[in-house]
């Protein structure tokens, strides 16, 4: 695990893979406490990291708009709600 890089530089792609290790070894119930509580929190990070990138690229989508036979006319932005 990259435990020295900060969370900011990391990919969404690179901070859900790191999630999942850390899931992993929670669920394997083999590190100590300290350890787990440690990672947990990073988990916690990522999480929030990753929250935030998807966020961010919703604002980014559009939606194409459809005149009455189908065809494309325009974008507007993505409804997110």
Not at 4 to 23: H, W
Request: with cysteine; hydrophobic share 35%; charged share 40%.
């Amino acid at each position: 695990m990259s435990e020295t890089r900060e969370i900011t530089e990391l990919s969404f792609e690179e901070a859900v893979a790191e999630l999942e290790r850390i899931v992993e070894q929670l669920e394997r119930g083999d590190v100590a406490l300290d350890k787990s509580i440690e990672i947990y929190e990073r988990g916690e990070a990522l999480k929030a990291h990753c929250e935030k990138l998807l966020s961010a690229a919703e604002k980014r989508i559009e939606k194409i708009r459809l005149d009455r036979q189908g065809q494309p006319v325009g974008t507007e932005p993505l409804d997110t709600e």
